[in-house]
């Protein structure tokens, strides 16, 4: 089993940065692939962003491809999301979930544990 903290959100202006954490527990953290997942209020929860259980392989939303940077360290059981030239649009609740399955994956029934969330807010 594997708990999941999420943290780092804040308020930031427009172009700014931001860098998402996302800590777990439990012994077998490297096994599982990890997402990031985003829910702005009224609207559903969207992917961001997935890392398989390696660390090795990546993948984004077009609508963060090229600014959001995905990364693991699994000797610290942790997830970061790194998020660059930050836009009003970005603005959301943050989660981090993990999933025991192999391949990419971007819907939020696939993914078996959840964190709390943590609020991203950009001005503009």
């Known amino acids: 089993q594997v708990a999941l903290v999420a943290s780092g959100g804040g308020l930031v202006q427009a172009g700014g940065s931001l860098r998402l954490s996302c800590a777990a527990s439990?012994?077998?953290?490297?096994?599982?692939?990890v997402g990031w997942f985003r829910q702005a209020p009224g609207k559903e929860r969207e992917f961001v962003a997935h890392?398989?259980?390696?660390?090795?392989?990546?993948y984004y939303a077009n609508s963060v491809k090229g600014r959001f940077t995905i990364s693991r360290d699994n000797v610290k059981n942790a997830v970061y999301l790194q998020m660059n030239s930050l836009k009003p649009e970005d603005t959301a609740e943050y989660f981090c979930a993990a999933t025991r399955t192999l391949t990419v994956v971007t819907t939020t029934y696939e993914y078996d544990y959840w964190g709390q969330g943590t609020q991203v807010t950009v001005s503009s």
């Open positions: 890392i398989n259980y390696s660390g090795g392989s990546t």
């Open positions: 439990g012994r077998t953290f490297g096994a599982y692939a």
